[in-house]
């Protein structure tokens, strides 16, 4: 790496209001400090709630409201309640916390950065899940110190998706044609290399460059050290009723140059998040939940501003009413995903 790459490794070492551990960082201090250890501890800590009936757990809509948890500390808190033992103790199926992969992502961050290796999460969509189009993910990217690169690896994925999925690539260390970060699928799309069309979730017949453009924006966010929830919106984050051109779009075209070389603009890349249009605020718009959430207080240079602004909020809820609140439902478990069921 560059010299002047070296403040983003420092960046992505530091724990951040998403990814800190908080009082559970006495949990991660004597953990393994290899990658595929902690993705498997990761693994039996968590379970998807779109694959939970594959490993025959059944869950109610209690059981899911975990996925709305945002801080890794307060998803350390949540599996600490349902078994102390050690974090290395695997757990079974319908004990593991209900989360989605944006989850695995940033508890495998917090993992890596409390062994002081950097890390960071990628929102972006993955390839590989048997249905021909590119679906809507996330993954953990980090720096690897021997071969002087960033490496994908997808702490989701164990050895039961593998079968599922009809993986052939090792994914502790993910191609970079398998996954692409959002900035990578906006910009083929509109070199008209790629469709947007096979860019969103398949499983509700939803695709397209709007979508491109949230996971592009929380993208952003989560190389900010803001690792914000799936169906968070804020700002300019279009619905589809909207369409992108003009000046959003040439936005997007320098945000996905950017979040592409992440190391080499970090500068150039926090100045531009500062712009009213992509900073995110004090409070999200959990469309999901139809309300907006006060996020935790980020330090300076990490995120959003510490007062809400009204003009701000107004704009938010305006970009992110009904269009978004309809088109992002839920699938109701693994098939409805459009993925293999149980072999």
Known sequence: MRSQDQPALAFYTEPAPMTSPGRYAPLLQNLPDDVPGLAAIVQGLLIHEYLAHGYGVTLSEQDRSSVHIRPVEQLLAEIVARDSRPLEAVRPPAARLPVNCRHFTVLMTAMLRAHGTPARARCGFGGYFGTGTFEDHWVCEYWHTG?????????????????????????????????????????RCRADADDPARFGLSSLNEAGDWWIAGNLMRDAAALRNTELLPWD???????????????LAALFDRLAALTQTPDASFAELRQLCEDNRLRVPSAVHNHLRNRDETLPLLPCGHGY??????????????????????????????GDMGWPRRR
């Open 147 to 187: 071969q002087q690169r960033w490496v994908l690896i997808d702490a989701q994925i164990d050895g039961q998706q593998r079968r599922w999925f009809d993986i052939g690539f090792d994914v502790t260390d993910v191609p970079r044609d398998r996954f692409l970060i959002a900035g990578q699928a906006w910009a």
């Open 233 to 247: 919106c804020w700002g300019a984050m279009p619905t589809p009723e909207h369409p992108i051109g003009g000046e």
């Open 305 to 334: 501003p510490s007062q809400r602004c009204d003009a701000q909020t107004a704009r938010r809820e305006e970009l992110c009413g009904a269009g978004h609140r309809e088109s992002r439902r839920q699938p109701a478990d693994l």
